[in-house]
């Protein structure tokens, strides 16, 4: 079984990150996930890539602490969080987050709030490559 939470290049399957969820707790009643794509648009002009660079420790503790939070937070059950790193385009998967809770508002608050929470504190960078050049993108939730 993979690690609730993670830092990869590679793609990752929902269905096996929800899987891994609900065989964490059968008291489970509702599973909430949200999944972030590339889009090949941003502010007007086409993005062919997207590059995805993190500082690895400082952005997988910051992750770890925040999965825990979560759990503490909104009562969740389990929660996960997954992140790629390198290039990617237009359609792929960028991040992926899933909470489980004993009910639907819990694990709506917490999948939100995870989301939320990652893009103001985990130090992953994000670099749109465009025809007219490359440009960092600053976090906004």
Known sequence: ?????????A?????EEIRALKASSKRMGGIATFLGC???FSEGRSVSE?????????????????????????KLLDARIVHRIGTVKGGDNIV????GAEHRAAAFDGCRWMIDELKQRVPIWKKEITPQGDSWVTPHP
């Open 11 to 15: 793609d990752f399957s929902q269905d």
């Open 96 to 99: 992926f987050i899933a909470a």
């Open 38 to 40: 590339a889009r090949d």
């Open 1 to 9: 079984m993979t690690e609730p939470v993670r830092i990869q290049a």
């Open 50 to 74: 997207i590059s995805f660079d993190a500082y690895g420790s400082m952005a997988l503790a910051e992750m770890n602490k925040l999965r825990s939070e979560a759990i503490e937070r909104f």
